[in-house]
T-cell receptor, first 114, second 113 residues
Framework: ETGVTQSPTHLIKTRGQQVTLRCSSQ?????VSWYQQALGQGPQFIFQ???????GRGNFPPRFSGLQFPNYSSELNVNALELDDSALYLC?????????????FGEGSRLTVL | QKEVEQDPGPLSVPEGAIVSLNCTYS??????FMWYRQYSRKGPELLMY????GNKEDGRFTAQVDKSSKYISLFIRDSQPSDSATYLC?????????????FGTGTRLQVTL
């Protein structure tokens, strides 16, 4: 158990809908990153939040947005869902710009878009 | 060209075999080199990491990095059925306060009895 919890674990949406995924960081962690893992692929970096501000973003369109709250939990929002958004969405928490030994992943939220 | 390329597999080996998993990368700014294990429908679990060229051993696992060739490997000795999983190489790039992981596509390993 890493202490990083994500919800929901599974959900099904239809094309054009909007979805919100949630991540609760490990205690004491102030940084959350989100990754998208399509079937048979490695995770791809979506963005990172540090102390409630976005401080890094991958090659994802603006319809992927996020929030980090004062308790350092986080949300990933995806608008206008497309079929290709079907994937496992992973969040990872850490304390600042840390090494890999202090970066912990949650179990993911599996999104299916029909 | 992808920043990180990983041998796609899948690999099927008998129990007790030595397994070699490999990745190449193109960005010399990567600072840490990691191997994650991912079981079906689970999040990635960190196996090993290193930041310098050379070998690092942990039990049955050895991570090898060659920065001059931009090549990393993971060796698993005496493989067990419980090692059956997808193995992901990953590298960290730090920019400002951000730390971004770039992953390979993963190699699926099956260890058979």
């Amino acid at each position: 158990e890493t202490g990083v919890t994500q919800s929901p674990t599974h959900l099904i949406k239809t094309r054009g809908q909007q979805v919100t995924l949630r991540c609760s960081s490990q205690s004491g962690h102030n940084t959350v990153s989100w990754y998208q893992q399509a079937l048979g692929q490695g995770p791809q970096f979506i963005f990172q939040y540090y102390r409630e501000e976005e401080n890094g973003r991958g090659n994802f369109p603006p319809r992927f947005s996020g929030l980090q709250f004062p308790n350092y939990s986080s949300e990933l929002n995806v608008n206008a869902l497309e079929l290709d958004d079907s994937a496992l969405y992973l969040c990872a928490s850490s304390f600042g710009r840390t090494g890999p030994g202090e970066l912990f992943f949650g179990e993911g939220s599996r999104l299916t878009v029909l | 060209q992808k920043e990180v390329e990983q041998d796609p597999g899948p690999l099927s080996v008998p129990e007790g075999a030595i397994v070699s998993l490999n990745c190449t990368y193109s960005n010399s700014a990567f600072q840490y080199f990691m191997w994650y294990r991912q079981y079906s429908r689970k999040g990635p679990e960190l196996l090993m990491y290193t930041y310098s060229s050379g070998n690092k051993e942990d039990g049955r696992f050895t991570a090898q990095v060659d920065k001059s060739s931009k090549y990393i490997s993971l060796f698993i000795r005496d493989s067990q059925p419980s090692d059956s999983a997808t193995y992901l190489c990953a590298m960290i790039l730090y920019t400002g306060t951000a730390s971004k992981l770039t992953f390979g596509t993963g190699t699926r390993l099956q260890v058979t009895l």
